[in-house]
């Protein structure tokens, strides 16, 4: 069974710190990795998406690594401001035929002004 | 572009009454829909997903049941909710592949009391 671990649970930088989110992931046998942001009370919000084909994407101040042989991949945020305090959540989709996503328990972000 | 509805936002309802909770996809056509729980503490949990109307694939034994009358509208339902039920419930929809990207609506508060 897939298992996501996503450490630490929470981190707390002061703004204009570059910064990294690390997830693991117990299965390397993924189809893809997608990582979300939610925002409070709120839904989720799709950041990036790695294909299991893929080594890294990105998408402005985000770039998400992705390395299946050991089960590992990080978001790193560069220049970290205010509005980006969430808490981030990575998924995988273990297999081609799979329309599950594994979510992790999510790191909670704090960029403090 | 693609929009995707949940309603209602909040609800608090005791134990034992029904339920409803309903999510429509704007702007795509053939989605696959998915019912996730967010429960405090705890990672996403896929309830549901469909492919396609009428076809309603089950992943956690509950006493939740889903529909999907229509192309874009799932529906999640409970005929006497439990405690346990109480939580963030989010719909998401992918094109009509496995593996694909998802998107998540914006999230129903259930309370049960």
């Known amino acids: 069974k897939q298992e996501v671990t996503q450490i630490p649970a929470a981190l707390s930088v002061p703004e204009g710190e570059n910064l990294v989110l690390n997830c693991s992931f117990t299965?390397?046998?993924?189809?893809?990795l997608q990582w979300f942001r939610q925002d409070p009370g709120k839904g989720l919000t799709s950041l990036l998406l790695?294909?299991?084909?893929?080594r890294e994407q990105t998408s402005g101040r985000l770039n998400a690594s992705l390395d299946k042989s050991s089960g590992r991949s990080t978001l790193y945020i560069a220049a970290s401001q205010p509005g980006d305090s969430a808490t981030y959540l990575c998924a995988v989709t273990s297999g081609a035929g799979s329309y599950q996503l594994t979510f992790g328990k999510g790191t909670k972000l704090s960029v403090i002004p | 572009s693609q929009t995707i509805h949940q309603w209602p936002a909040t609800l608090v309802q005791p134990v034992g009454s029904p339920l409803s909770l309903e999510c429509t996809v704007e702007?795509?056509?053939?989605?696959?829909l998915y019912w996730y729980r967010q429960a405090a503490g705890r990672g996403l949990q896929l309830l549901f997903y469909s492919v396609g109307i009428g076809q309603i694939s089950s992943e956690v034994p509950q006493n939740l049941s889903a529909s999907r009358p229509q192309d874009r509208q799932f529906i999640l339902s409970s005929k006497k909710l439990l405690l346990s039920d109480s939580g963030f419930y989010l719909c998401?929809?992918?094109?009509?592949?496995?593996?694909?990207?998802?998107?998540f609506g914006p999230g129903t508060r259930l309370t049960v009391t």
């Open positions: 702007g795509t056509s053939n989605p696959n």
């Open positions: 790695i294909q299991s084909s893929q």
């Open positions: 998401a929809w992918s094109v009509l592949t496995s593996g694909s990207e998802q998107y």
């Open positions: 299965d390397s046998a993924i189809y893809n």
